[in-house]
């Protein structure tokens, strides 16, 4: 692999820029690999990347059904946050969070990590109290989150009414070292580095079934033939319970589609990501101009990658009563994502029924922020077949047993 | 806009004025049961790429539940039915069948 740098970039201007190899390599797929990660999105590629990285293990194939980065990877808004009430969530979205602040450098590949701040703001006396929980339950993990008032909350975001009629602004979570982050590159940059390190990501290969013997994995039926291996990581986001039938168990998750839109292009508005919970919409300007706006799921189950056209309507009107600037705004373009959601909203990263077929899912809405932490974790996983101390509490079996780890109490709605 | 007709009012309903009840036909599970048995009804939803069965309530109509067997990868809608059906009516399942010739049917 040829680093990108101030250097090349000189260097490529003076040959007319023929000089750039390809990102990632095209390979067929071989007979047999160490390991298999079943979808090459944001997770599945993190996954095989700190396989490679903090383990070693790079005889690894990424096998994927459309082309890397398409599903909910390329689809989300790009939020990118921590402060989460329970403490294993907060361990493992900050994990995220902090690989975050170095992911350029680490991958030689822009991801465009913005800290430019989140704030989720407080807009019944419920939620003051809520969020507040959450800074105390913040300081105690590590995660720095103040909560704010509503004149800091004009202050960092001009365009704000903060006087609404229905629901007046009375403060807000702030965490300043939240932001954005460029989605696409996220995903390019791992795989750039997982080929780099010898890893075949093989795109437009769909897993049809997987094999097992004595209630181990063997390998991979696929669209292009059987592919032998010793362990299997599946990362499929929302088909999830779909290839884990492949494998013979059951998932306690539901598929819904989750929505989101960008308006025109404008000039420079606002530097802050806004969620406003109790309206239901959150908002931020992405560096092209667009506001990019997300909202709500749909309450059916759900594999067509759009929603519903009424979601799109309440997600507005709750921006336009928080945003009265955008009211004239055009939205350009609406695209949905299927989402896995679980009982609890967390996420699943577990050993399965299945001898070395590990599942990681249930990023339900969220998934995007966690990329990294979720790839360093489910690789912990795989590698050593037993889960560290970021998945430990992330188990399957969390359902049967009782320990949920409530998000859905805790966040409500945009986690 | 999914549209349903309400099998008890007999209005075909908008999304917008129904509110969604998930999986039907659950067999519910209470103290007594196994583990496993408490957990699948709890969590362990029917979560098909395909053919579905559903619980909807007419909720800014006639308020009352029912049952629709809809695709969940077109969302087509093959039709409605009562709440108070122990399963999917026969002759439903028969025009799913013959829409759907893969449909490894209700399970």
Redesign the interface.
């Known amino acids: 692999m040829k680093r990108y740098s101030a250097f090349a970039l000189a260097r490529e201007a003076l040959s007319n820029h023929m000089g750039w190899e390809r990102a990632w390599a095209a390979p067929q797929p071989k007979a047999a690999y160490d390991a298999i990660i079943i979808g090459a999105g944001g997770h599945g590629l993190a996954t095989a990347y700190y396989l490679g990285k903090n383990f070693g293990i790079t005889n690894v194939a990424i096998l994927e059904k459309g082309w890397l980065g398409g599903g909910n990877t390329g689809r989300n808004t790009t939020i990118i946050r921590s402060n989460y009430l329970q403490d294993s969530s907060a361990a493992i979205y900050e994990k995220a969070r902090s690989l975050y602040e170095t992911l350029s450098q680490d991958l030689n590949y822009n991801a465009m990590f913005s800290p430019r701040g989140v704030m989720m703001l407080a807009q019944t006396h419920h939620e003051v109290r809520g969020y507040q929980r959450t800074a105390h339950a913040n300081a105690l993990q590590g995660v720095v989150t103040e909560f704010i008032s509503p004149q800091r909350v004009k202050e960092l975001c001009p365009i704000l009414n903060i006087d609404g009629p229905r629901y007046p602004v009375l403060g807000a979570l702030w965490q300043a070292r939240g932001g954005t982050g460029r989605h696409d590159a996220v995903a390019w940059g791992y795989a750039r580095a997982c080929s780099a390190m010898g890893m075949d990501i093989i795109q437009n290969c769909e897993v049809k079934g997987i094999t097992s013997a004595n209630g181990v994995v063997t390998g991979v039926e696929t669209t292009k033939g059987y592919i032998g291996t010793k362990k299997i990581g599946i990362v499929v986001a929302g088909?999830s319970?779909?290839v884990a039938d492949m494998a013979g168990f059951?998932?306690?998750?539901?598929?819904v589609a989750l929505q989101a839109l960008v308006s025109e292009p404008i000039k420079p508005c606002m530097d802050v990501v806004v969620m406003a919970n109790t309206v239901h919409g959150y908002m931020s300007q992405s560096d092209k101009g667009e506001m990019v706006i997300g909202g709500g799921t749909?309450?059916?189950?759900?594999?067509?990658q759009r929603g519903?056209?009424?979601h799109i309507e309440e997600t507005l009107r709750a921006l336009i009563e928080t945003f009265p600037i955008i009211s004239r705004l055009k939205m350009l373009r609406q695209w949905g994502g299927i989402v896995d959601m679980?009982?609890d909203r967390s996420p699943i990263i577990s050993k399965t029924p299945v001898g070395n077929c590990f599942i990681n899912c249930g990023w339900g809405t969220g998934g995007f922020k966690a990329i990294p932490g979720s790839g360093w974790a489910m690789a912990e996983l795989m590698a050593k077949g037993e889960p560290g101390p970021l998945a430990a509490e992330f188990d399957m079996w969390r359902?049967?047993?009782g320990r949920f780890i409530d998000e859905s109490v805790a966040a409500g709605v945009a986690h | 806009?999914?549209t349903l007709e309400c099998p008890y009012c007999g209005i075909m309903a908008d999304?917008?004025e129904l509110?969604?009840g998930?999986e039907a036909h659950l067999k519910r599970y209470g103290p007594g049961s196994s583990?496993?048995e408490?957990?699948?009804y709890?969590?362990?939803?029917k979560?098909?790429?395909g053919v579905?069965f559903?619980r909807w309530r007419h909720a800014y109509g006639c308020g009352k539940w029912f049952l629709a067997a809809?695709d969940?990868?077109?969302?087509e809608v093959f039709g409605t039915y009562p709440a108070q059906s122990a399963g999917p009516p026969q002759a439903l399942q028969d025009k799913i069948k013959a829409k759907r010739p893969d449909w490894k049917g209700y399970k």
């Open positions: 088909h319970g779909q059951r998932l306690p998750v539901e598929a749909d309450g059916f189950n759900n594999f067509t519903s056209f009424h679980t009982g359902f049967k047993e | 806009m999914l999304e917008t509110s969604p998930y583990d496993e408490f957990e699948a709890m969590f362990a939803r979560n098909p790429k579905h559903e809809r969940t990868a077109t969302l």
